[in-house]
């Protein structure tokens, strides 16, 4: 790259993903364990999750012009490696100059209170049990997870940044970039949401099913009155 008066020279978007893509490529021959972020259509977020994690992001932003850099930086392929696991993320976003750059998300576990209602929600309604077990997450389940500071969504005092640039943003556009990817992954995976937040999906959905199972088993026994009785079936019948 050249340089005219301190400045670098120009270079077009074009350029920049060529060589993201040749930045992936040899990630990809010096580690397997890579998962770059992949935008399939032009809206970075489809569905419910996706939408709703990255109107949330935006209140986390210490310079807005950082948000739609982000956006730009996802859309153009620049996310090369994303992770996440238990309270964390970890990235890798191809930036300036052919850098790389290692960005981490670290998010607070749930507390108790927080878990407690999730796990009231899933064992008093059966419809969000089976949204639950089917990956169908509804808009019924919008105001238990963004509720202002008592939702599931991370709030600014739950989720820390840091990035290898020199940007002096807390938030820069790597961060905004990396928190916009995570939206996309919720999209096609919407259990990431449960492990990013340290709930146990399967402890959830295990102790809602053995309720919901004695309460079947309880009620067995029971006769029910939309139960014909033999001889009302026998008058039905005419036998």
Request: with cysteine; glycine share 6%; charged share 25%.
């Given at each position: 790259?050249?340089y005219?008066?301190?400045?670098?020279?120009?270079?077009?978007?074009?350029?920049?993903?060529?060589?993201?893509?040749?930045?992936?490529?040899?990630?990809?021959?010096?580690?397997?364990?890579?998962?770059?972020?992949?935008?399939?259509?032009?809206?970075?977020?489809?569905?419910?999750?996706?939408?709703?994690?990255?109107k949330?992001?935006?209140?986390?932003?210490?310079?807005?012009?950082?948000?739609?850099?982000?956006?730009?930086?996802?859309?153009?392929?620049?996310?090369?490696?994303?992770?996440?696991?238990?309270?964390?993320?970890?990235?890798?976003?191809?930036?300036?100059?052919?850098?790389?750059?290692?960005?981490?998300?670290?998010?607070?576990?749930?507390?108790?209170?927080?878990?407690?209602?999730l796990?009231?929600?899933c064992?008093?309604?059966?419809?969000?049990?089976?949204?639950?077990?089917?990956?169908?997450?509804?808009?019924?389940?919008?105001?238990?997870?963004?509720?202002?500071?008592?939702?599931?969504?991370?709030?600014?005092r739950?989720i820390?940044?840091?990035?290898?640039c020199?940007?002096?943003?807390?938030m820069?556009?790597?961060?905004c970039?990396?928190?916009?990817?995570?939206?996309?992954?919720?999209?096609s995976?919407?259990?990431?949401?449960f492990?990013?937040?340290?709930?146990?999906?399967?402890?959830?959905?295990?102790?809602?099913?053995?309720?919901?199972?004695?309460?079947m088993?309880?009620?067995?026994?029971?006769k029910?009155s939309?139960?014909?009785?033999?001889?009302?079936?026998?008058?039905?019948?005419?036998?």
């Amino acid at each position: 790259m050249g340089y005219w008066y301190g400045f670098n020279e120009y270079e077009s978007i074009a350029e920049k993903i060529v060589k993201a893509k040749k930045k992936l490529e040899e990630l990809r021959k010096t580690n397997s364990d890579i998962y770059p972020v992949v935008l399939e259509s032009g809206a970075i977020a489809k569905s419910w999750w996706g939408k709703t994690w990255t109107k949330n992001l935006e209140s986390y932003a210490d310079y807005s012009n950082r948000i739609g850099r982000g956006r730009s930086y996802v859309k153009n392929g620049f996310v090369l490696h994303l992770k996440i696991e238990e309270g964390q993320v970890n990235a890798l976003v191809f930036g300036s100059n052919n850098n790389l750059y290692s960005i981490k998300v670290n998010i607070a576990p749930l507390s108790k209170d927080k878990s407690d209602a999730l796990a009231k929600f899933c064992n008093n309604s059966i419809n969000g049990l089976e949204e639950l077990i089917e990956g169908r997450f509804s808009l019924s389940l919008a105001e238990l997870f963004t509720k202002s500071k008592e939702g599931l969504f991370p709030t600014n005092r739950e989720i820390k940044f840091s990035c290898s640039c020199p940007d002096v943003a807390y938030m820069c556009k790597h961060v905004c970039a990396v928190l916009y990817a995570i939206g996309i992954r919720f999209d096609s995976d919407p259990t990431l949401f449960f492990k990013l937040r340290g709930i146990d999906f399967k402890i959830f959905l295990s102790k809602t099913v053995e309720e919901k199972m004695d309460s079947m088993l309880k009620n067995a026994g029971k006769k029910s009155s939309r139960v014909i009785s033999d001889k009302d079936v026998s008058k039905l019948f005419g036998v």
